[in-house]
């Protein structure tokens, strides 16, 4: 018998519509449940409604593991992974493609658990205490079902702290990965960090979105400039460049590490002299660029998380339309903005809205040419708004 916990009187309805969050101020009792442990979850009547796992250190203090009444042991785990497992065949084209994601934590029904695959090497990370007391069952499972060279944990993110945890990182098996581990995208070739890169090492929800972008540069092989803002190791301005020697791209980002990943990139893919990189603060130097009057064919725009909570909407949203204000300000007639947002707390209406006040103040017409969300491998749960984060769309300024 798992331990239990009762809900408040009316706070049982969104768990009934399989969300797999339970606030802490939703819950009545928790009886003699310990952090970590298999919880079974009761409405104010005492109706059993759900399974999950409980951690009072947490706001978000149980997570739900099925509504159903099943034991949560390693066949259900292994049921659970093998089922994404399956749905990536369907969503990924495994021939051009050997880094995605294979388990989405919440979306794929494994609440905590991000599992990123790097050709023969796994990256795992462990978000919460529930499956973090799992961890040697998820390693085995994954080695049982993927059978990887090696798998390595990135469990070094802020929400561990949430959770009580301190953060992890490290092999969990097999041989510890090479500084660069060399994966295919889209047939395009990238090396990838994944000890030290952002995220387990690559940003993989991006991977639809830069090889649409390339549908809207202007035709090859007329040349085109392109300004690759927040380039991170290069993603859009490979994939820009590789069909297309006319193009020239400037990768412009903050960090050096991922802007020697983005030259070692460049070269991979035979477009090593179609691009330079440029170590800046991109708010500082889109400014530089408009002072200049340096004019562009194509700007991305793809920064990371302006607003981490909610208290940081207002500024987050002025930081968005500030860089947006400058490049639609920096494009040529006719050229196109492709810009993203990642912070899961602005709607996409919310961002629209964003581009549409920046378009005013730069005194340009803008037309939506495309929308843009996170690739398929980073599946929404629609029971679970929470995970659609990545919004982005292709804007072209006709004057
Ligand atoms: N477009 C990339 C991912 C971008 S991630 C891809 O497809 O892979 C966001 C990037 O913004 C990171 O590389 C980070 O180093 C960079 N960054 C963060 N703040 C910045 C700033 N103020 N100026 C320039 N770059 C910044």
Redesign the pocket.
Known sequence: MNPRITLKAGKAKPVLAHHPWIFSGAIARADDAQDGDTVDIFDSAGRWIARGYYNARSQITARVWTCQDEPIDRAFLRARFQRALAARDTVVDQAATNAYRLVNAESDLLPGLVVDRYADTLVMQFLTLGVEKRKTEFVEIAQELLEPHSIYERSDVDVREKEGLAEATGVLCGAEPPERILVHENKLVFAVDVKRG?KTG??LD?REN?RRVVEFLSPAPQPAEIL??????G??GVYACAPNPAARVVN????LD?LNLARENMQLNGVADQGECVQ????QMLRRYRDQARFFDTI?L???KFVQAKSQLQSGLRGYKDINLLALKLLKPGGTLVTCSCSGQVSPELFQQVIFEAAVDAKRDVQIVARLLQAPDHPILLSFPESEYLKGLVCRVMY
Not at 228 to 233: D, E, I, K, L, R
Not at 252 to 255: C, E
Not at 280 to 283: L, Q
Request: glycine letters at 4%.
């Open positions: 952002h690559f940003y991006q830069r690759n803002v927040f380039s991170y190791t993603g859009f412009l980002d903050a960090s991922a800046a603060d991109a708010f991305i793809d920064p990371p």
